[in-house]
């Protein structure tokens, strides 16, 4: 089948071995899997959304719209990857990852509205992405409010009402489940 | 892309030039911004390996340096990837995760690291202990042939080998050094045990999980780390769902179940004690399949009484899935240690006074559990309680905590035994091995599977081994009625019976037919060969058959994958074909 070449240059397996915490061999996985996703009669090397959302790894996890959105550089976000957008993603989900790499991207997928804190309404839209979409599942008003009142209370420690990367970052890291919960291997 | 370094990158890029390589590619790598930030930052090695080059140096060196450095750093990444050939299992711990998650993971990581632990005791025990003894020659009082018995009850031939305690004599071994075969069985398990408890990797773990866990309360722990990110599989991410909205309140039924749960326990350790008296006994006769009755029901025991306690579970719904794990495993911790108690008691108490060399007798009881634990929940146990488990909720944290307390008693008993028995270690580490590999594939299958599985093993080795015996029984000329009993008194074989009758239906009308039909089909070889061949050649047809329609299949699916994908194609092409 023609197309796009299937072969990275040496140099550009190293560079990104340097740059990500990627290991050759995953490079290499993901440039064979990003080049299965992308469209071959097209010109432009961006990926959209939708097929990116086709992935096995991230149809079916709830926050695969805002992990597209955090690492995408397209200038209208879109949410379309690069193969380096692809590969900054697999390099904050991946094995060798540090805390407060991982800390930091989490930070920015749970921000719904991309202001830099996490207030009330970032916190309501992350538990209402965990509970479901069902009448059944979903928490009613009251033991929302009690929900988020405690989380508050728990992380914000300059008591603003919002939890900023630093106090994000801080409960985390008391957590031992998150870096090993927070992983996406191909 | 906004990037939230807090020095200029100017400052950023002069900060990292002055680190050494390794540090400065994790710094680098740890940097929140994204790939073609960090390039056009001036961040990438090569600017700073140009940088180098630009130093007052003199051309050979810079470009000396410049080699020995990049060789490191691309020898250290290749490391990588050799390491997933070398390290064991690598492979399949992460289609494990993948496929079942991170908590799943962790059993299997546990039971990588203890065949690691077990591996290595194994190893310090051997090279210390027992081939020092196997160089000196063994110890042997009498001489019993090797029968298969053994490998289950540990006695007989293996009771004066290094296995055992008994195996061993105490004197000094005259080589080019003295060896004090005392000194080193003692200092050899002491030392080996202590440092166990003194275990660096133990510690950490310890330290990671238990104290910095009670510093972070339910809820935000639920909220922004319990997602796993590493699920695959759709079902699993719907009932993880579930569960996280889950939430009821029961007091009163508390108290009941606990009552339950203690008087089970009380009642097993009562059993026990009871056998281990009669266990006494028997062995005095020296019969040693029966000394196999003590290990099965202290097994059956801790197998069945949790599932008796999962069903004082169902009537009382508890407030969160976490708790019932908890208590769950509370109320299992103390039956095996309950019943694991009433054992030391009696090895350390009551059979010394009783047997000689009794410290050989201790070594071939753990033995002989260990081997017991190993069959019965191994092989039987474990598909039913992935069936039980399967229909009850919360069930994947349930299996995980019992599948882990199994390997931790298996543990218990080697440690244990490891003063009497040296090389237990390795009957361990076969355990441990076999264990993964089996319960990789139970982990996996559905109930309903699970039921398919049951019913061929019911059908494939219990019917059939079962329709040979009796076909065999039957049709012997070495297997004689007994005289005094049975219907059958006074022939030579079963199958006369069938002769005799047929002989006498000679006499009657159409007689001679059916006796010649007898004589020279049904008791003929040759009919019986010609028959087979027959079944086996129309098998094999039947299966080529199979296979080609497997291939019809296999190209009918690609067909309609093609006229899916181009439908103005195929309609073209058939536009043109009716030309």
Known sequence: MGGAASQLPKEMVSEYQELTFLTKQEILLAHKRFSELQDRDSLSSRVPMEKILTMPELKSNPFRRRICHVFSTSEPNDGSLTFEDFLDLLSAFSDSATLEIKSHYAFRIFDFDDDGTLDAGDLEKLVNCLTGDTDETRLNPEEMRQLIKNILEESDIDKDGTVNLSEFQHVISRSPDFVSSFKIVL | MCSDTVLSEPELVADLGKMPIRARTQAIRTLPMSIDDKRTGGLSEKHYLENLKQMRLKP??????????????????????????????????????????????????????????????????????????????????????????????????????????????????????????????????????????????????????????????????????????????????????????????????????????????????????????????????????ATLLLPVVVTLIILVVPILFSLINKMDPFPSPRSVVYITMLRNVLLRMSVLGILCYYWLTQVPNKIPCWESFVGQDVYR???????????????????????????????????????????????????????????????????????????????????????????????????????????????????????????????????????????????????????????????????????????????????????????????????????????????????
Request: aromatic letters at 16%.
């Open chain 2, 60 to 289: 050979l060196a810079s470009s000396f340096i410049v080699w020995v450095s990049q060789s490191f750093s691309r020898c250290h990444s290749s490391m990588a990837t050799y390491r997933t050939l070398v390290v064991l299992w690598l492979g399949s711990l992460k289609e494990i995760q993948a496929k079942f998650g991170t908590a799943v993971l962790s059993y299997f990581l546990f039971l990588k690291w203890l065949l690691m632990f077990n591996f290595f005791s194994f190893l310090v025990n051997l090279s210390f202990i027992a081939v020092p003894q196997l160089v000196h020659g063994l110890n042997r009082t009498s001489s019993v042939s090797f029968r298969g018995l053994e490998l289950l009850t540990g006695a007989g031939y293996f009771n004066q080998t290094v296995l055992f305690y008994g195996g061993y004599n105490g004197g000094v071994i005259e080589t080019q050094l003295e060896y004090n075969m005392q000194l080193a069985y003692f200092f050899t398990i002491v030392t080996y045990l202590t440092v166990s408890v003194l275990s660096r990797s133990m510690a950490r773990s310890f330290q990671r999980n238990v104290v910095e866990l009670g510093s972070v309360t339910g809820t935000v722990s639920l909220l922004f780390c319990s997602w796993d990110f590493s699920v695959s599989d759709i079902k699993a991410i719907q009932s993880h769902k579930a569960r996280l909205s889950d939430r009821t309140k029961h007091f009163s039924l508390h108290l009941v179940s606990w009552l339950l749960s203690l008087v089970l326990t009380a009642g097993s350790c009562a059993a026990v004690h009871f056998l281990c008296q009669v266990n006494l006994k028997v062995s005095e006769l020296v019969s040693e399949a």
């Open chain 2, 369 to 579: 559990l260990i081997v017991m634990d190993f069959l019965l929940s191994a092989l039987g146990f474990s598909f039913f309680r992935q069936i039980e488990c399967g229909k009850s909720l919360g069930a994947p944290e349930f299996d995980i905590a019992r599948n882990v307390l199994d390997l931790i008693y298996g543990q218990t008993l080697a440690w244990i035994g490891m003063y009497f028995s040296p090389l237990l270690p390795a009957i361990q580490i076969i355990k441990l091995f076999i264990t993964f590999y089996m319960k990789k594939v139970l982990f996996s299958f559905s109930a309903a599977q699970m039921e398919t599985v049951f019913i061929a093993l019911l059908f494939f080795p219990s019917l059939v081994g079962s329709l040979a015996l009796v076909a065999y029984t039957i049709w012997r000329y070495i297997l004689k009625p007994s005289l005094q009993c049975g219907p059958f008194q006074g022939l030579n074989t079963t199958f006369q019976a069938v002769s005799v009758w047929v002989d006498g239906l000679g006499s009657k009308p159409g007689g001679p037919g059916a006796v010649w039909v007898f004589r020279n089909v049904i008791q003929s070889t040759v009919f019986f060969f010609l028959s087979s061949m027959a079944v086996i050649i129309l098998q094999y047809f039947f299966w080529q058959a199979i296979l080609g329609q497997k291939q019809h299949i296999g190209s009918l699916r690609k067909q309609i994958v093609s006229v899916s994908l181009f439908p103005f194609a195929s309609r073209l092409r058939s536009l043109f074909l009716s030309i």
